[in-house]
């Protein structure tokens, strides 16, 4: 059938041989500790920590709360990564919460995850890093005034179609572009931390002067200001979504995670301290780019650096969310939850190519109807949503299923406080300041059950779908995949 669903009896290693039976098509195996430290700190500094600050500040009301929020959005990062690298040593399929919800709690919850996911969440995502992207990428070019919208999209989609280019070529090129703009973005951060601690040896302190005034301590402004603070740490889970294709990954797993995210964490806070030692309080939250008012201040003629920095920040957090995104269609096609032809790969270049093309045709429908805006808070409710079911799965099996082997186990207190920190942020906005769009989220995450019963459930499929998925893979020059989940 076209939407096929696996047995649970298969083996792991099962697979759909090529060339009758003599050759298995795999993804190949070319993420190792470096590529993974670049995949998560890479995809997580993006936009965030460029645009983010003001309205942590905003939400929070003083310099020393809102340096909290970094502090403990980091903190709960880290701690949400260590559980998942848990996860991922049970179980070594690449789809990360797709995954994991398919296997602990059945068929149906993972399905609504990788509809909302793959519709919704990993394009919407993409989009918003895209557009600002674009947003820096041609502001040189209209010195004085606001870009136009059609230039800002345009150039939105065009670095969407550069990066499906990049991933359908090459898994290797992919990590290596990854790697190249890690290194990048970490150097043009340094260059922000180095620039505040100047400004602070020269006694520009102001701003840290009864730093704990006006603070805000609304249940839903705290969660707000969470949800702003989390869009910068977003990515710290995408090494699970490659599984599959890391080196060793009971090893590399965690020893990335260890690496990348108190790394981000640390230059995070720092870099919030320089722009709070180069800008008062007031003229942060009047900033509409704090990166760039900081540049003004501090570098004068040289401020052009920093647009360039956060065009390259943002397209290398966009190729990072590219690449993860579309192993997670590809892994529900995998499993008979998306159409079969998103499960499988190109012959030669040995990449999920259906699956980024579709991800890649999403965003750009996004781009062209929408816009950056609130997207941040609706991004974070529907992902924390499912964080959260995912933690409660891993503590199922921590306490129900302690025989399972794992090579490395995290002490079970932090899933607990992962979960807690989950339900807040899910209930705090709702409780305190309820919106008309979150009730559009639920309602679009439950549309799924339309789809599911007839599609998944029954295997109603238009006979026309066998013949189509034919014709596209001949086409696109694709075939199925085996498993590979060691």
């Not at 520009?204 to 740490?233: D, E, H, M, P, R």
Request: charged share 10%; proline share 5%; hydrophobic share 50%.
């Amino acid at each position: 059938s076209t939407m096929r669903k696996r047995k649970t009896t298969d083996s792991p290693h099962s697979s759909t041989d090529l060339s009758e039976g003599k050759e298995k098509l795999r993804l190949k195996q070319e993420v190792g500790l470096i590529s993974g430290v670049s995949l998560i700190a890479g995809t997580m500094i993006g936009s965030g920590i460029f645009m983010s600050p003001e309205w942590v500040l905003h939400h929070m009301g003083s310099t020393a709360s809102s340096l909290l929020i970094w502090a403990a959005c980091g903190l709960l990062a880290m701690f949400g990564a260590l559980s998942y690298a848990e996860l991922g040593t049970i179980i070594k399929e690449s789809g990360g919460e797709y995954i994991y919800i398919l296997r602990i709690f059945g068929s149906f919850p993972a399905f609504l995850f990788a509809y909302t996911s793959v519709i919704l969440v990993r394009p919407a995502g993409l989009a918003a890093v895209c557009l600002s992207f674009a947003e820096y990428a041609v502001a040189p070019f209209y010195p004085g005034c606001s870009s136009p919208q059609v230039v800002i999209k345009c150039t939105a989609a065009a670095c969407i179609l550069l990066l499906t280019i990049i991933n359908c070529l090459n898994v290797r090129l992919a990590t290596s572009i990854m790697n190249i703009f890690t290194a990048a973005k970490l150097l043009a951060l340094l260059v922000i931390v180095v620039g505040g601690l100047v400004l602070l040896a020269k006694g520009q302190t102001q701003s840290f002067q009864n730093a704990f005034q006006k603070i805000c301590a609304g249940i839903g402004a705290v969660g707000v200001a969470f949800y702003q603070g989390l869009w910068s740490y977003d990515g710290w889970n995408n090494l699970n979504y490659v599984t599959e294709e890391l080196k060793k990954p009971e090893v590399t797993l965690p020893r990335a995670v260890m690496i990348a995210i108190p790394l981000v964490t640390c230059l995070y806070l720092l870099v919030n301290v320089s722009y709070l030692a180069a800008m008062t309080p007031s003229e942060l939250l009047s900033s509409g780019a704090v990166a760039v008012t900081w540049g003004d201040k501090v570098l004068g003629s040289w401020a052009w650096l920093i647009s360039l920095s956060v065009a390259l920040s943002t397209f290398g957090s966009s190729n990072g969310t590219f690449f993860s995104g579309g192993r997670v269609c590809y892994i529900a096609a995998r499993e008979g939850h998306m159409p079969d032809i998103l499960s499988m790969a190109h012959v030669r270049c040995l990449t999920p190519s259906p699956a980024l093309l579709f991800t890649s045709a999403v965003s750009l429908v996004m781009i062209i109807s929408g816009s950056f805006t609130s997207i941040v808070n609706f991004f974070s409710f529907i992902a924390w949503l499912f964080y959260g079911m995912t933690i409660s799965g891993l503590l199922y099996l921590k306490i129900k299923k302690p025989e399972l082997p794992r090579s490395y186990k995290v002490p079970i207190i932090i899933p607990i406080i992962v979960l807690m920190a989950a339900v807040y942020l899910v209930l705090a906005p709702i409780i305190d300041q309820p919106q008309i769009e979150i009730l559009y989220i639920v309602l679009f995450i439950f549309s799924g059950i339309i789809l599911y019963f007839p599609l998944v459930r029954f295997k109603c499929h238009p006979r026309c779908l066998q013949r189509v998925t034919l014709h596209l893979q001949l086409f696109l020059e694709v075939a199925p995949t085996a498993r590979d989940a060691n």
